[in-house]
């Protein structure tokens, strides 16, 4: 069974640039057909889907994220990786990956100076 976790820094400043990284074990990220997502919950709010990266290592955006947002990956490491570009406190949130039908167990970042 595929299992993810993320990692990450609990607090950004605003204005910084957040990182983020799920690290994938059980599985290959390279494996036909899978897409590595990532998606948040801020408070009190729902699940937001913010891009993906799929086997290939073709990415896809949330055209509302897209112009700050950028997903990579290291298929020596088995990890893919959130940039979140010029944050704001309403990027607070719970970031959860996904992918290979599992989650991670979602990180809290807070954007606070």
């Known amino acids: 069974q595929v299992q993810l976790q993320e990692s990450g820094p609990g607090l950004v400043k605003p204005s910084q640039t957040l990182s983020l990284t799920c690290t994938v074990s059980g599985g290959s990220i390279t494996t036909n057909y899978y897409y590595w997502s990532w998606i948040r919950q801020p408070p009190g709010k729902g699940l937001e889907w913010m891009g993906a990266?799929?086997?290939?290592?073709?990415?896809y955006y949330s055209p509302s994220l897209k112009t700050h947002t950028s997903i990579s990956r290291d298929t020596s490491k088995n990890q893919f990786t959130l940039r979140l570009s010029s944050v704001t406190p309403e990027d607070t949130a719970v970031y959860y990956c996904n992918g290979g039908n599992s989650w991670g167990q979602g990180t809290q970042v807070t954007v606070s100076s």
């Open positions: 990266i799929d086997y290939s290592g073709k990415t």
